[in-house]
DNA sequence: ACCACCCCTGAAAGCGCTCTCAGAACAAGC
DNA sequence: GCTTGTTCTGAGAGCGCTTTCAGGGGTGGT
């Protein structure tokens, strides 16, 4: 409850007083502040000046109040289950969104967004204290339903659409360009541990992927995960299983990586001269495991500036901004 | 900019319709949705009722406006540099009060504060959109200089005092059990990688090594790290110049235990048979490294649930409160 | 000198809510 | 019946800001 809480009360210069200080009106004061209607240089130089010697700042709650503009950005992570938001990943996106929003009295609220549940969007349209909506791991069926009155203040990280731009990391290049360095290190069978189905940012690599091998004339060897470890252990299994000659795996994701790692180790399998093993994400402890991590980088922090920018300055974007990704050679492939 | 936003007019539920529903005034409503004043049972029944019937929800600017409470909380991470916001441990800090926060309508802001801007506090302080502020990694001198008006809405994770209350993982019980574990296993000559010293969060941890050494009456061999896996390299590298013969080591962070790890495996020294390795954090690449890290888990989203519940309640919490480790027991010890 | 016109400025009306204060309604006591 | 006391309720005054609208004071044209 916000209500009801004892604050000391220290005289913050309020709008008239800086009115007062340059000798006008409220409305002129309020006119230069906010910069919207005419006002003379002579005018507008002795409320700035004003403003600034009474060290005036515009209290966020009134002006929230009357324009109906929010103060929160709401970060909407789609999931299947409210797991998603323990997830490293979103935490350095709600980070940096936090850290941009700052200056601007805006705050950062994360909640997740179950793929069968767009009616929330709606809600959060209605609330007068959201500012803006950040989708991550958005699907088509959700960025198509999201209400229209929310358009403009609402963007992606992932895919985009003509109504909310998305913003995300080259995906397919930083696949394509992976598979062309196994490729290029000789291996031939090379095999994919995929991303979950249902994420669109699961499409592009895969695509890669499968292009590569058929302009290479190789055979496709993909079996699905879901980005944790767990599931690149498993996936790496099922690969060792199903195809036993397999000498590389590109894995869509560096835990995944890690996990296929892990197995191989077990079963004495050196990587690189046996299988070579490649991520993605290039997270910090990929340079740390043994052998350390074939990756290509996923600028994160960058892709959710772009993002958080957009939706701060309401400014209007291309509907879908690729990031480059840098494939990082260490010992694993 | 938060001014100058079109938005789509929905006609929201507001108090006056409430009250006219309910055949009120819009005192009366105000008082029985707050909850303060007196009303009669029939009267709160119909203004309830009536509430839920249009869907009301408070406008958290109007009520923030009147009250002079705000709709922020802010991180604020103590460090040298900015760089401390892009650590993971922040993030998960950030996140999880993020999403605790989000049902009370109030956003979450990242700030990083120097070690010698004490000034910073007292511009929170004044800010009308902050409702409170939860440090990270404070100093004694930082939280001796909290300023008064700010009390009652100021947390810590971390240290704590009487008037900022601190929350944190039993640092030091968990260094004195994974010390105990590597006693128990044999290990005479135990070095320690210690956090760096500006930090209060390192002193338990080195008191606790330095206490079970002086008890069991085996030497002192610690050196410094500032919690990075390339310190816990360079760390494990000084330990094996100046104490060749150590056969374990304690170092105050995953990360660091990670580097140390790697540093190990260059040189073909066997872990855990020649020297044990233990960690803290337990962070999720603990589990896959090679070999599997031994370390105590640190609560990171309970610590920071804890924090974040005193701050929104505004309730009086004990001084300190510290949130129980378990040792994780896995290859490296 | 007069009018039209434009640029600036200030008065005032709220935005939706909280909370004080005074009055209404009713019960009890004499 | 009248006073005293006790609940409960409603009128109203803002919180600090934006924004409409009407008017004031110049300038230029005739």
Redesign the interface.
């Known amino acids: ?8 009360v ?1 005289h ?1 210069a309020t709008l008239d007083d800086v009115a007062r200080a340059a000798g006008v009106s409220r409305s002129t004061a309020s006119r230069v502040i ?1 910069g ?1 209607g005419p006002a003379s240089a002579a005018t507008r130089d002795r409320v700035v000046e004003a403003a600034g010697r009474l060290g005036y ?1 515009p ?7 009357v ?9 909407a992570v789609i999931g299947a289950t409210p797991d998603v ?2 997830d ?1 990943y ?3 996106v ?2 940096a969104a ?2 941009l ?2 200056p ?8 997740w967004l179950s793929l069968h549940a767009p009616g929330d969007l709606d809600k959060m ?5 959201v ?1 803006s909506v950040l989708l991550v791991n958005t699907t088509q069926s959700i960025i198509d339903a999201v209400p ?2 929310l358009l ?2 609402v963007v992606s990280i992932g895919i985009g659409s003509p109504q909310v731009p998305g913003f995300d990391v080259d995906n397919g290049g930083a696949a394509a360009a992976t598979l062309a360095h196994l490729y290029a290190s000789g291996r031939r069978r090379i095999a994919m541990v995929t991303g979950p189905q249902w994420m669109p940012c699961t499409h592009r690599p895969v695509e890669a992927y499968v292009a590569a091998m058929h302009a290479a004339g190789l055979p496709v060897r993909s079996v699905p995960g879901d980005f944790t ?1 767990a599931s690149g252990r498993a996936g790496m299994a099922e690969v060792l299983h199903r195809w036993p000659d397999t000498d590389a795996v590109f894995a869509g994701s560096d ?1 995944m990586a ?2 296929a ?2 197995v191989l ?1 077990e079963r004495g399998i050196d990587v690189p001269s046996d299988i070579a093993v490649a991520g993605f994400d290039d ?3 990929a ?4 052998p350390a991590l074939t990756t290509a980088t996923h600028p994160v ?1 960058e892709i959710a500036a772009g993002a958080v920018t957009a939706l701060l300055a ?1 400014s209007r974007v291309p509907p879908q901004t690729a990031y480059a990704s840098e494939l990082v050679l260490r010992e694993s492939a």
């Open positions: 409850m916000i209500a009801h809480m004892s604050r000391p220290v913050r906010a919207y700042a209290n966020p709650a009134a002006r929230a109040l324009t109906g503009a929010g103060f929160r950005l709401v970060v938001l323990h490293p979103v935490d350095r709600v980070s936090a850290t929003c700052a601007h009295d805006v705050g950062v609220s994360l909640r349209a209605d609330d007068p204290s500012h229209t009155r403009g203040r470890a835990a890690l996990g790692l892990a180790r997270v910090p402890f340079a740390l495991s043994a922090e309401q």
